[in-house]
Protein backbone atom coordinates (compact mmCIF):
# COMPACT_ATOMS: atom_id res chain seq x y z
CA UNK A 1 0.00 0.00 0.00
CA UNK A 2 2.65 2.31 0.41
CA UNK A 3 4.29 1.88 -2.18
CA UNK A 4 1.53 2.66 -4.06
CA UNK A 5 1.18 5.80 -2.26
CA UNK A 6 4.04 6.81 -3.03
CA UNK A 7 4.51 6.33 -6.85
CA UNK A 8 0.90 7.89 -6.94
CA UNK A 9 2.90 11.38 -5.51
CA UNK A 10 5.36 10.64 -8.35
CA UNK A 11 3.18 10.36 -10.88
CA UNK A 12 0.50 13.29 -9.79
CA UNK A 13 1.08 15.37 -13.02
CA UNK A 14 -0.17 12.30 -14.79
CA UNK A 15 -2.77 11.01 -12.65
CA UNK A 16 -3.86 14.40 -12.28
CA UNK A 17 -4.60 14.63 -16.44
CA UNK A 18 -5.94 11.21 -16.13
CA UNK A 19 -8.51 12.60 -13.07
CA UNK A 20 -9.21 15.75 -15.17
CA UNK A 21 -10.32 13.19 -18.34
CA UNK A 22 -12.72 11.19 -15.53
CA UNK A 23 -13.66 14.48 -14.28
CA UNK A 24 -14.98 15.34 -17.93
CA UNK A 25 -16.37 11.58 -18.53
CA UNK A 26 -18.52 11.68 -14.95
CA UNK A 27 -19.78 15.33 -16.50
CA UNK A 28 -21.15 13.72 -19.46
CA UNK A 29 -22.89 10.84 -17.75
CA UNK A 30 -24.35 13.05 -14.90
CA UNK A 31 -27.73 13.31 -16.58
CA UNK A 32 -28.17 10.05 -16.47
CA UNK A 33 -26.89 9.94 -13.12
CA UNK A 34 -29.49 12.35 -12.31
CA UNK A 35 -32.24 10.13 -13.45
CA UNK A 36 -31.10 6.82 -11.75
CA UNK A 37 -31.18 9.41 -8.39
CA UNK A 38 -27.65 10.24 -6.83
CA UNK A 39 -28.88 8.46 -3.88
CA UNK A 40 -29.35 5.08 -5.54
CA UNK A 41 -25.67 5.23 -6.79
CA UNK A 42 -23.99 6.42 -3.35
CA UNK A 43 -23.24 2.79 -2.44
CA UNK A 44 -21.88 1.10 -5.67
CA UNK A 45 -19.86 4.21 -6.48
CA UNK A 46 -18.75 4.56 -3.15
CA UNK A 47 -17.46 0.66 -3.34
CA UNK A 48 -15.81 1.65 -6.52
CA UNK A 49 -14.31 4.70 -5.57
CA UNK A 50 -12.86 3.19 -2.08
CA UNK A 51 -11.26 0.42 -3.67
CA UNK A 52 -9.46 2.65 -6.64
CA UNK A 53 -9.11 5.45 -4.45
CA UNK A 54 -7.75 3.03 -1.42
CA UNK A 55 -5.11 1.15 -3.95
CA UNK A 56 -3.82 4.17 -5.19
CA UNK A 57 -3.48 7.02 -2.24
CA UNK A 58 -4.76 4.88 0.84
CA UNK A 59 -7.28 6.53 0.76
CA UNK A 60 -9.60 7.13 4.31
CA UNK A 61 -13.05 8.07 2.36
CA UNK A 62 -13.52 11.40 4.29
CA UNK A 63 -16.08 12.08 1.40
CA UNK A 64 -13.73 16.01 0.05
CA UNK A 65 -11.10 14.88 -1.59
CA UNK A 66 -8.52 17.10 -1.93
CA UNK A 67 -6.27 15.54 -3.76
CA UNK A 68 -5.68 17.72 -6.68
CA UNK A 69 -4.47 20.16 -3.77
CA UNK A 70 -2.36 18.07 -2.09
CA UNK A 71 -0.06 16.33 -4.81
CA UNK A 72 -1.99 13.41 -4.83
CA UNK A 73 -0.87 12.64 -1.07
CA UNK A 74 -3.87 12.22 1.21
CA UNK A 75 -3.79 14.46 4.08
CA UNK A 76 -6.20 12.16 6.10
CA UNK A 77 -3.07 9.38 6.83
CA UNK A 78 -1.48 12.43 8.47
CA UNK A 79 -2.01 10.83 12.42
CA UNK A 80 -3.01 14.24 13.27
CA UNK A 81 -5.54 14.75 10.04
CA UNK A 82 -4.22 18.04 9.12
CA UNK A 83 -5.86 19.57 5.99
CA UNK A 84 -3.45 22.46 5.99
CA UNK A 85 0.03 21.88 6.14
CA UNK A 86 2.65 20.06 8.15
CA UNK A 87 1.76 20.22 12.39
CA UNK A 88 5.46 21.51 12.67
CA UNK A 89 7.14 18.38 14.08
CA UNK A 90 8.20 17.13 10.66
CA UNK A 91 11.77 15.44 11.82
CA UNK A 92 15.45 16.67 10.19
CA UNK A 93 14.85 13.51 7.52
CA UNK A 94 11.04 14.67 6.67
CA UNK A 95 9.63 11.68 8.67
CA UNK A 96 6.45 12.43 11.00
CA UNK A 97 6.43 13.32 14.64
CA UNK A 98 3.85 10.90 15.32
CA UNK A 99 5.20 7.76 13.49
CA UNK A 100 8.81 8.43 12.70
CA UNK A 101 8.72 5.53 10.50
CA UNK A 102 6.78 7.47 8.06
CA UNK A 103 7.44 10.47 6.04
CA UNK A 104 5.23 13.36 6.29
CA UNK A 105 2.27 13.58 4.68
CA UNK A 106 2.71 17.03 3.77
CA UNK A 107 6.42 16.48 2.82
CA UNK A 108 5.22 14.13 -0.27
CA UNK A 109 2.04 16.34 -0.84
CA UNK A 110 4.66 19.41 -1.43
CA UNK A 111 6.98 16.43 -3.96
CA UNK A 112 3.84 16.22 -5.61
CA UNK A 113 2.29 19.48 -5.84
CA UNK A 114 5.79 20.52 -7.57
CA UNK A 115 4.63 17.99 -10.06
CA UNK A 116 1.73 18.75 -10.83
CA UNK A 117 2.49 22.55 -10.98
CA UNK A 118 -1.17 23.61 -10.57
CA UNK A 119 -1.12 26.30 -7.94
CA UNK A 120 -3.48 24.74 -5.70
CA UNK A 121 -1.15 23.66 -3.02
CA UNK A 122 -1.33 26.71 -0.96
CA UNK A 123 -5.36 26.89 -1.49
CA UNK A 124 -6.88 26.65 2.08
CA UNK A 125 -8.98 23.43 2.95
CA UNK A 126 -12.49 23.57 4.68
CA UNK A 127 -11.83 22.01 7.79
CA UNK A 128 -12.90 17.84 7.45
CA UNK A 129 -16.60 17.29 7.83
CA UNK A 130 -17.08 14.32 9.72
CA UNK A 131 -20.69 13.96 8.43
CA UNK A 132 -19.66 13.03 4.83
CA UNK A 133 -17.18 10.56 5.98
CA UNK A 134 -17.87 6.94 3.67
CA UNK A 135 -19.55 8.70 1.20
CA UNK A 136 -18.42 9.62 -2.44
CA UNK A 137 -16.69 12.68 -3.17
CA UNK A 138 -16.78 11.59 -7.01
CA UNK A 139 -20.86 11.67 -6.84
CA UNK A 140 -20.44 15.37 -4.65
CA UNK A 141 -18.21 16.66 -7.40
CA UNK A 142 -20.67 15.62 -10.14
CA UNK A 143 -23.72 17.26 -8.67
CA UNK A 144 -22.03 20.28 -7.33
CA UNK A 145 -20.32 20.93 -10.73
CA UNK A 146 -23.76 20.50 -12.66
CA UNK A 147 -25.82 22.60 -10.02
CA UNK A 148 -22.68 25.31 -10.13
CA UNK A 149 -22.00 25.08 -6.34
CA UNK A 150 -18.66 23.85 -6.87
CA UNK A 151 -16.84 25.16 -3.80
CA UNK A 152 -13.84 26.97 -4.38
CA UNK A 153 -11.45 27.23 -1.46
CA UNK A 154 -12.74 30.43 0.49
CA UNK A 155 -9.12 32.14 0.70
CA UNK A 156 -5.75 31.18 -1.44
CA UNK A 157 -2.88 31.47 1.27
CA UNK A 158 -0.85 32.43 -1.92
CA UNK A 159 -3.05 35.68 -2.06
CA UNK A 160 -1.73 36.07 1.42
CA UNK A 161 1.77 35.60 0.87
CA UNK A 162 1.93 37.85 -2.10
CA UNK A 163 0.47 40.71 0.63
CA UNK A 164 2.98 39.87 2.71
CA UNK A 165 5.82 39.66 -0.27
CA UNK A 166 4.86 43.35 -1.30
Known sequence: M?????????????????????????MVIEPLARKIGYQKLERPVVAVERNIKGLMFDCQMCGQ?????????????????????????????????????????????????????????????????????????WLRIMRQKKDGTYPEPKESARTDIGKIAT
Open 65 to 137: CALSSTGMSCPMNCPKNLRNGPCGGVRSNGHCEVKPEMPCVWVEAWEGSQAMANGKFFDVQEPVDHRMKGSSS
Open 2 to 26: RAMRLWSVRNSRGLMKLYEMFEGTI
